[in-house]
Protein backbone atom coordinates (compact mmCIF):
# COMPACT_ATOMS: atom_id res chain seq x y z
CA UNK A 1 0.00 0.00 0.00
CA UNK A 2 0.98 3.74 -0.81
CA UNK A 3 -0.38 5.21 1.03
CA UNK A 4 -0.71 6.19 5.33
CA UNK A 5 -3.07 7.97 7.66
CA UNK A 6 -1.64 10.75 8.96
CA UNK A 7 -3.11 11.80 12.18
CA UNK A 8 -0.25 14.38 13.39
CA UNK A 9 -2.85 16.92 13.21
CA UNK A 10 -6.07 15.74 15.18
CA UNK A 11 -8.39 17.78 13.47
CA UNK A 12 -7.29 16.99 10.02
CA UNK A 13 -6.43 13.77 10.07
CA UNK A 14 -5.36 12.64 6.08
CA UNK A 15 -4.13 10.50 3.70
CA UNK A 16 -0.73 10.97 2.55
CA UNK A 17 1.61 8.98 0.12
CA UNK A 18 4.35 6.72 1.83
CA UNK A 19 6.05 6.26 -1.39
CA UNK A 20 5.89 8.18 -4.12
CA UNK A 21 2.69 7.42 -6.53
CA UNK A 22 3.24 7.83 -10.39
CA UNK A 23 0.65 9.79 -12.90
CA UNK A 24 -2.28 7.18 -13.84
CA UNK A 25 -1.62 4.75 -11.03
CA UNK A 26 -4.09 2.85 -9.18
CA UNK A 27 -3.73 3.99 -5.40
CA UNK A 28 -7.17 2.24 -4.07
CA UNK A 29 -11.02 1.97 -3.50
CA UNK A 30 -12.39 4.67 -2.38
CA UNK A 31 -16.17 3.87 -2.08
CA UNK A 32 -18.02 0.30 -2.94
CA UNK A 33 -21.48 -0.68 -2.66
CA UNK A 34 -20.18 -3.58 -0.46
CA UNK A 35 -18.54 -3.20 2.88
CA UNK A 36 -15.07 -4.29 2.68
CA UNK A 37 -14.25 -4.82 6.33
CA UNK A 38 -16.17 -4.32 9.40
CA UNK A 39 -14.53 -0.97 9.51
CA UNK A 40 -15.88 0.25 6.62
CA UNK A 41 -18.49 3.30 7.00
CA UNK A 42 -21.93 3.44 5.58
CA UNK A 43 -22.92 6.38 3.50
CA UNK A 44 -26.86 7.33 3.01
CA UNK A 45 -28.66 10.21 2.52
CA UNK A 46 -32.01 11.13 1.06
CA UNK A 47 -30.85 11.96 -2.12
CA UNK A 48 -29.01 8.87 -2.84
CA UNK A 49 -30.90 6.04 -5.11
CA UNK A 50 -28.91 3.19 -2.62
CA UNK A 51 -26.28 2.77 -0.13
CA UNK A 52 -22.52 3.16 -0.61
CA UNK A 53 -19.58 2.20 1.68
CA UNK A 54 -16.21 4.43 2.38
CA UNK A 55 -13.37 1.94 2.73
CA UNK A 56 -11.05 1.36 5.29
CA UNK A 57 -8.75 4.24 5.43
CA UNK A 58 -8.74 5.44 1.88
CA UNK A 59 -12.20 6.18 2.15
CA UNK A 60 -13.08 7.83 5.40
CA UNK A 61 -10.06 10.21 6.11
CA UNK A 62 -9.35 10.82 2.21
CA UNK A 63 -10.38 15.04 2.23
CA UNK A 64 -11.48 16.93 -0.70
CA UNK A 65 -10.06 19.56 -3.06
CA UNK A 66 -11.05 21.45 -5.91
CA UNK A 67 -7.88 20.95 -7.36
CA UNK A 68 -7.23 17.03 -6.36
CA UNK A 69 -4.10 14.94 -7.09
CA UNK A 70 -6.48 11.65 -8.13
CA UNK A 71 -9.18 11.16 -10.38
CA UNK A 72 -12.19 8.87 -9.84
CA UNK A 73 -12.77 6.34 -11.61
CA UNK A 74 -16.49 3.86 -11.63
CA UNK A 75 -15.23 0.22 -12.20
CA UNK A 76 -17.82 -2.30 -11.09
CA UNK A 77 -19.92 -0.87 -8.32
CA UNK A 78 -16.87 0.66 -6.87
CA UNK A 79 -15.12 4.36 -7.20
CA UNK A 80 -11.48 3.76 -7.42
CA UNK A 81 -8.47 6.41 -7.28
CA UNK A 82 -6.03 6.48 -9.78
CA UNK A 83 -3.19 9.59 -9.95
CA UNK A 84 -3.58 12.72 -12.20
CA UNK A 85 -0.21 13.58 -11.78
CA UNK A 86 2.88 12.16 -9.76
CA UNK A 87 1.94 12.13 -5.77
CA UNK A 88 5.45 12.40 -4.33
CA UNK A 89 6.30 11.18 -0.60
CA UNK A 90 4.09 12.58 2.23
CA UNK A 91 2.10 14.94 -0.31
CA UNK A 92 -1.65 14.25 1.17
CA UNK A 93 -4.21 12.47 -1.98
CA UNK A 94 -6.87 14.41 -2.43
CA UNK A 95 -10.22 13.95 -4.07
CA UNK A 96 -12.67 16.14 -5.51
CA UNK A 97 -15.79 14.99 -3.65
CA UNK A 98 -18.08 16.87 -6.17
CA UNK A 99 -17.39 13.87 -8.58
CA UNK A 100 -19.60 11.55 -6.40
CA UNK A 101 -22.42 13.36 -7.55
CA UNK A 102 -21.66 12.94 -11.29
CA UNK A 103 -21.50 9.34 -10.42
CA UNK A 104 -23.44 7.82 -7.85
CA UNK A 105 -25.71 10.74 -7.23
CA UNK A 106 -24.50 11.37 -3.86
CA UNK A 107 -22.77 14.64 -2.52
CA UNK A 108 -21.82 15.39 0.82
CA UNK A 109 -23.71 18.27 2.67
CA UNK A 110 -20.60 20.75 2.89
CA UNK A 111 -19.97 24.04 1.36
CA UNK A 112 -17.27 24.12 -1.45
CA UNK A 113 -15.91 27.30 -1.77
Not at 10 to 26: Q, V
Request: charged share 25%; net charge positive.
Amino acid sequence: MKYAINKSDPNNIKITANSNIESDEYIGIWVTDKPTSKNSRYLFQKQMSKSWWETDDLGRYCNHSNSPNTNITYQAEKLELKAIRQITKHEEILVDYRKLKELIGFIPNLNFK
